[in-house]
């Protein structure tokens, strides 16, 4: 049986994607809580011993460090035959739609949450402009999930662990309510908490938790 081990911090919501991936399909994780807020991921020794790139998550698998949330829920589909492509149609589709994730959804939600929900209040012009390239993404996947149960279609798959991950933080972090604004996206949402296994972020990633200022 292979022995994970997943360096994290709470807030991290691609921390949450491998956490939420690991436990749905029935593994165990030693969770290593770091000290993201402290600043230990922009030092030399972490970097040299944990990971180069200077970014949480990392997931080891018997010992070997592994980075990077897309590949890695990627090959833990492949390993245990749940939540990945069965055709190439599917493998396609679910590639377009992770770099789309990696590059939009979560990437502008990730940099909004924070700046908004863990840092004091800063340029205002700053936050409007990440909010509505925000709110155009979110549209885009409102109207992806408006008349199918998952992102591709009938059943989940990592699309829907990887972009659920930054929107199901507790509502006042990034200031959405979903149920008002997006109401298809907060059904889906609820489509994902049904799966057998599922667990919240702060379920999941537990630990020390970052001063919010909101």
């Known amino acids: 049986m292979t022995r994970y081990r997943l360096h994290y911090f709470p807030e991290s919501g691609n921390s949450y994607k491998l956490a939420l991936m ?12 770091t000290d993201f807020g402290g600043g230990v991921t922009r030092t030399e020794a972490w970097r040299r011993t944990v990971n180069p790139m200077g970014e949480i998550p990392v997931l080891e698998e018997d010992g070997e460090k592994l980075t990077q949330t897309a590949p890695i829920l990627l090959r833990l589909a492949g390993r245990y035959g749940r939540f990945g492509a069965e055709t190439e149609a599917e493998r396609f589709e679910i590639l377009r739609w992770l770099f789309w ?20 209040p800063g340029d205002p012009a700053v936050m409007e402009f990440l909010k509505s390239r925000l709110e155009d993404f979110l549209g885009i996947l409102e109207r992806q999930v408006a008349d199918r149960p998952f992102v591709l279609g009938e ?24 149920a008002a604004s ?3 996206i907060q059904a889906w949402l609820g489509r994902i908490a049904a799966l057998p296994g599922w667990k919240s972020p702060y379920e999941l990633l537990p630990g020390q938790r970052m001063r919010r200022y909101v």
């Open 155 to 178: 059943r989940a798959t990592i699309l829907d662990i990887s972009m659920c991950a930054y929107l199901s933080f507790p509502r006042e972090e990034a200031g959405f309510d979903f």
């Open 22 to 33: 690991l436990t749905l399909c029935g593994q165990s994780f030693e969770p290593v809580w």
């Open 182 to 184: 997006h109401p298809a």
């Open 101 to 120: 994730d990696n590059q939009k959804l979560t990437g502008f939600m990730a940099t909004y949450r924070f700046r908004r929900a863990f840092l004091p």
